[in-house]
């Protein structure tokens, strides 16, 4: 039986092709992506994540028990502790500071995306704030897993190894699991067959959004 991702997946699944197999992540995963749309794309996931650890702060006053948020300072935790200072560490190669990328403005494509996750949170529930994060949050861990599968020999002078590495490792598999099963246990206690449908549509517009974003780096490297 397919779980509440599974389900929405399914169903949109032409958004959730466009975003996973998009050319921004197929190009990442052989070597061929040029750097400075992979740069252009670390400054603005980098604002991106600020905003999204607003999303998983507001999941906690939006919590209903202690569990709930928990897990949501954990997906907090793992966003300012861990995300964040991957692309820190990378931009440091290139020379720009932490205060540097935070003073770079916010690309329309990333306002738009981080808007509209964080007005699922504010005008609905908790599980319509899940479902807008999902894409990112469990998507990234699919797109990590599917690129380490060419192995260590492959990676070994792979130019994003460090990208794949991180979200194709265990600790950002396990922050996606666990996103997924909480995903799964809002909506055994919220979902119905009526609502189904508006979930879809919050999934869809994600995903499209993810879409936009690769789209945006790639035009900004060019």
């Known amino acids: 039986m397919m779980d509440v991702f599974e389900r929405l997946k399914a169903a949109c699944a032409t958004e959730w092709s466009c975003y996973v197999d998009h050319s921004f992540v197929e190009s990442m995963g052989d070597g061929t992506l040029p750097k400075p749309a992979f740069q252009a794309y670390l400054v603005q996931d980098y604002l991106f ?8 702060a507001l999941a906690i006053y939006k919590s209903r028990t202690l569990a709930e948020m928990r897990a949501a300072q954990k997906a907090l935790s793992a966003i300012l502790d861990v995300e964040m200072d991957l692309h820190v560490r990378l931009c440091g190669r290139w020379g720009l500071s932490p205060d540097e990328i935070e003073a770079t403005p916010e690309h329309s494509t990333t306002v738009a995306y981080t808007r509209f996750v964080l007005d699922c949170g504010a005008s609905g529930d908790l599980l319509d704030l899940h479902v807008s994060l999902a894409p990112c949050v469990i998507g990234y861990a699919e797109i990590g897993r599917g690129l380490a599968t060419k192995g260590a020999a492959f990676l070994a002078d792979h130019p994003y190894r460090d990208w794949i590495e991180e979200y ?27 609502r189904f449908p508006e979930l879809c549509s919050i999934f869809a517009k994600a995903a499209r959004l993810e879409a936009d974003f690769w789209q945006m780096a790639l035009d900004a490297g060019a």
């Open 49 to 56: 994540l600020i905003q999204f650890a607003r999303a998983n």
């Open 168 to 194: 194709g490792g265990h600790a950002y598999q396990a922050v996606a699991h666990l996103a997924r099963e909480h995903l799964s246990r809002l909506a055994a206690r919220s979902l119905t067959e009526r």
